[in-house]
């Protein structure tokens, strides 16, 4: 997740104050995990030097948040570029999973017994999720419908290994495996 | 602890289950048991024996060894007229094709269970409304469901296998022809409803994200249920190899 560019984003709805864009931060893309002040004032600092937002005046009254801040026409091109610039799709070719599968088949350890752990392990995080989707709200439900599509991936990733292990550990202990 | 004992915790369980088709042995000596209440998926691949273990313990299929208990009675030793009786006074059925008759409205395939127990048409008809308006579909009652849309049908099938007050449904692949989206909605209302009517759900699925609406998951696999995988709430064991 970029801050600074989800921040421009959300300025290019209206100029907003620094609290107004941690708020809405945190609602829609923080899942539990909350934007520091400290780091949103920063991400607006270096905005403002770039010439993509542009800092109002000073408004009276307590707090450091007194700025509104409204997005400048060089923001709005970066924002633009960056919503139609297709996410890399990350084929996850050297995943930790795959590591641990080969070196427990190099060194002669249960892989199966570790694929089925993280089958059991994927599966409980999915009803976890599940439970979201049934019970969260709409953006909760459909960040909870990511997850799971990316655990259903793993695991189906899971199953072929595991039908494949035999495969697998001829490719990677050679000198164990009998030649057919 | 006694095996009557083990049963009444069970409200259904398959014991060291054999079957075979002919040269092909599809159950090797699988055992699993749902609780009262419980949700319970069985996982597997094509041609594990996912849905052999189910047919035996809905008493469809008799194993050839092993044991089916069902509510503190052996199910396999039940003669077929007995099976039949509890099949539609204890079970629900939701599958991926085929129990609806299409030719018949949604209103009459939901009450056609009902009225083979010899429940009075105006009431039978009443629930069948009942149920059909709790899945959402009210306006389809008088709809054939041959002309039905997938997850509507699905969704008549739900109501079908809810509207008996059932101890257990058994239901093999029920999202299976559906798109994911509207599969997603009819598993919740099936475990949704099921919950609220503490009803004892299996469940046979390929598919993860069908399974984990289930408070439990196992695996089937090579016509053995090799373990628990995932667990809402108390572990019980449903592992059990033969060798």
Redesign the interface.
């Given at each position: 997740m970029s801050v600074p560019l989800t921040l421009l984003g959300l300025l290019e709805r209206e100029p907003s104050h620094g609290y107004d864009l941690k708020r809405d931060y945190d609602t829609y893309f923080g899942r539990g995990k909350q934007l520091p002040f400290g780091q949103v004032y920063a991400t607006l600092g270096r905005l403002a030097r770039d010439g993509k937002v542009a800092g109002g005046e000073a408004e009276p009254g307590e707090g450091p948040d007194r700025k509104r801040y409204s997005i400048t026409d060089a923001g709005r091109v970066e924002v633009d570029a960056w919503l139609a610039d297709p996410v890399e799709p990350e084929p996850h070719l050297q995943t930790i999973l795959f590591a641990k599968v080969t070196l427990a088949l190099m060194l002669g350890k249960p892989a199966a017994a570790y694929l089925d752990r993280q089958r059991a392990a994927h599966i409980r995080r999915m009803q976890e999720l599940t439970e979201v989707r049934r019970n969260g709200a709409l953006v909760d439900a459909l960040l909870a419908d990511h997850a799971l599509f990316h655990l259903e991936a793993d695991l189906r990733w899971i199953d072929l290994t595991s039908a494949r292990l035999a495969e697998l550990a001829a490719v990677v202990t050679p000198e164990r495996t009998p030649k057919q | 602890m006694s095996s009557a004992v083990v049963t009444r915790a069970h409200l259904v369980e398959a014991r060291d289950v054999v079957k075979s088709f002919g040269q092909t042995t599809a159950l090797r000596g699988a055992s699993v048991a749902a609780r009262p209440g419980e949700i319970l998926a069985v996982m597997g691949?094509s041609g594990s024996g996912k849905s052999t273990l189910l047919h035996c313990m809905a008493g469809i299929f008799t194993p050839d060894r092993g044991e089916v208990w069902f509510d503190g009675q052996r199910l396999d030793a039940l003669d077929e007229a007995e099976r039949t009786r509890l099949r539609r006074t204890d079970f629900g059925f939701v599958f991926q094709f085929g129990q609806l008759v299409p030719e018949l409205t949604a209103a009459d395939n939901v009450a056609l269970p009902l009225l083979l127990n010899r429940t009075r048409r105006r009431i039978a008809y009443k629930t069948a409304d009942t149920w059909l308006d709790r899945l959402g579909i009210p306006d389809k009652a008088a709809n054939r469901t041959g002309e039905l849309s997938g997850g509507e049908a699905q969704r008549v099938a739900v109501a079908r296998a809810l509207a008996l007050a059932p101890k257990v449904i058994f239901a093999d692949e029920p999202t299976g022809s559906l798109d994911s989206l509207t599969g997603?909605k009819v598993m919740?209302l099936l475990t949704?409803l099921a919950r609220e009517a503490g009803t004892t759900v299996v469940l046979v699925t390929h598919d993860?994200?069908v399974?984990?609406?289930?408070d439990r998951?196992v695996?089937v696999r090579d016509g053995l249920v090799?373990?628990?995988?995932?667990?809402?709430g108390e572990q019980v064991s449903a592992a059990k190899a033969v060798k």
């Open positions: - | 691949p997603e919740d949704g993860a994200r399974a984990a609406y289930a998951v695996m090799s373990g628990d995988l995932g667990v809402i």
